[in-house]
């Protein structure tokens, strides 16, 4: 993990994860995870469905607790952090979650305004001003006084990304961003995403299933399986590897170390054996 | 409870339950700051819960109205007293039926419709997006549904009551012909402005705060998925409704 991409102007670490181990129940989730973010850097955690890609995620953010190991962010270790520093630190903090969660009873000027009414004492002309930057930026302008129930799913994900980087934070954290989305959609978002990363310098991390759709896009790739890291390294020397569990997720392989299917003692055959 | 005999965990569970009821309760009376953008979303979920409830509350407050001055008049004119039916009705409503109807009837239309807004918002991520925009959701969402509860149902209330002496009076004057002099004075004579009338309101507050403490608090902690929803929906119904039945009965022990 010298490099892990081009376009870092320094190499220190923002995001610095130590033998996390996260467990639900007698469940073991995450397993010993170690590994560094650089600042500036997009980095995706790719992994089959089920494998607690959101829960590193949900860790990094404070809304779990690891049962051992830290995660220290610009220096803050997240889990030692009392409620009012969490408060201080989500302020810092980007999020676009799967289908956008936007709020449904708002409009999208509401939407993207809420934020900035909460953090800031700016006044509305400048809220205003704010919010229709983002608007704009997202390629959107003139459909704030709209419901989320009327936009596409292409456009209520954009609306929510305009939400997300409203209060220009210096991490984005990325929860399937692309689901569901058609192929013009995915590029937009893909576009944005990474135009706001190299733009404003951010760090982001991208929780995705979807090899494809990350090629493009991030500089470095963890595969998570059974709570570990199976494999690492940039998204092209990845779908070369020749290690077996790497290939078997990046080419979609049945075959391989990574198990998915549950069969119960005893059962003779499946369609899958 | 871990590890104990599952008997002792099916008893302890709905203590635990009120116990955390409570501390929700404490969570969102802890984030009041009479600020204004507060008191606006409070006054938008009063409309929305409170004045959206009208129709069905002066509906059922009307043939309420009536269908207990019906059976009083039948019942007191065995004793030649049918002219008395404003001093049974005004009692009545005033300080039972009123407000207790008006609290399972808001529950029924209001609170479940709480309760289901609320636990979408937890199954499509809304509760988590604002938990990561460093909002506090309980504050954001649940303490304004919760003031909007206990402002409306007094106010529902006093509708209601308006609604069902209206119902009465066409009832006993306009069909089964009663004098209407007798009929005014014995409701301004019998019934009490404070041992009535404020009686009814103290309970419709209360009847207002546990309905609405309810449904904010199965719709926050509903399961995010479809039946956990449906079954939150049911929970805020039925478990209002028979808290609503235990402390009339608990008030009234005090109040009378």
């Not at chain 1, 013009?184 to 760090?203: E, P, W």
Request: include cysteine; glycine fraction near 10%.
């Amino acid at each position: 993990m010298e490099s892990k991409t081009d376009n870092s102007d320094s190499s220190r670490p923002v995001i610095r994860i130590r033998d996390l181990v996260y467990r639900r129940g007698r469940r073991t989730i995450l397993d010993g995870i170690s590994l560094d973010i650089e600042q500036g850097s997009m980095v995706a955690f790719m992994g089959p469905s089920g494998v607690g890609k959101t829960t590193i995620l949900r860790l990094i953010s404070g809304q779990l607790r690891p049962a051992e190991g830290t995660i220290e962010i610009d220096g803050h270790r997240v889990c030692s952090l009392s409620n009012r520093e969490l408060h201080h630190f989500r302020r810092n903090l980007g999020v676009l979650l799967q289908e956008g969660a936007l709020f449904t009873d708002l409009t999208v000027f509401e939407n993207i305004a809420t934020p900035v009414r909460e953090h800031t004492d700016l006044p509305e002309a400048l809220v205003r001003r704010l919010v229709m930057s983002k608007l704009n930026a997202v390629g959107l302008g003139g459909i704030e006084e709209r419901m989320p129930h009327e936009l596409s799913g292409g456009m209520a994900r954009r609306v929510a990304f305009a939400r997300a980087i409203v209060l220009d934070p210096s991490i984005m954290l990325y929860d399937e961003p692309m689901t569901g989305l058609d192929p013009i959609a995915v590029s937009t978002i893909r576009t944005l995403m990474r135009k706001t990363n190299d733009t404003l310098g951010l760090t982001s991390l991208v929780i995705t299933h979807n090899v494809n759709q990350m090629i493009e896009l991030v500089d470095y790739c963890y595969i998570i399986s059974e709570g570990r890291i199976a494999g690492e390294g940039r998204p092209r020397d990845l779908v070369e590897s020749t290690e077996p569990g790497v290939d078997q997720f990046m080419n979609g392989k049945v075959e391989g170390p990574i198990r998915f299917q549950y069969q119960a003692p005893g059962t003779p055959w499946g369609l899958l054996d | 409870m871990t590890g104990s005999h599952p008997l002792l965990e099916k008893i302890a569970k709905p203590f635990a339950e009120a116990g955390e009821c409570l501390h929700f309760l404490f969570q969102m009376l802890g984030g009041v700051r009479f600020r204004g953008a507060q008191a606006a979303a409070v006054l938008q979920q009063t409309y929305l819960v409170g004045a959206r409830s009208l129709v069905i509350i002066m509906i059922c407050g009307f043939f309420v109205g009536m269908v207990l001055s019906l059976q009083s008049i039948n019942a007191l004119e065995q004793f030649g007293a049918s002219n008395q039916v404003s001093l049974l009705v005004g009692k009545t409503l005033f300080r039972e039926l009123g407000p207790v109807l008006t609290a399972l009837l808001f529950a029924g239309r209001a609170g479940t419709a709480i309760t289901a807004e609320i636990g979408l918002m937890r199954a499509t991520h809304q509760i988590d997006a604002l938990e990561l925009m460093a909002i506090d959701p309980v504050q954001r969402i649940a303490l304004p549904r919760f003031a909007a509860g206990v402002i409306s149902v007094p106010l529902l209330t006093a509708i209601f009551n308006a609604m069902a002496i209206l119902g009465s009076v066409i009832l006993s004057i306009g069909v089964m012909n009663l004098d209407s002099g007798i009929f005014w004075s014995k409701l301004q004579t019998s019934v009490y402005f404070g041992e009535d009338l404020i009686h009814g309101m103290w309970k419709s507050l209360v009847f207002g705060g546990i309905t609405s403490l309810v449904a904010t608090y199965f719709g926050y902690y509903s399961k995010p998925t479809g039946a956990g929803v449906g079954t939150a929906t049911t929970n805020t119904v039925v478990i209002s409704s028979v808290f609503i039945l235990i402390f009339d009965f608990i008030m009234t022990s005090f109040l009378t």
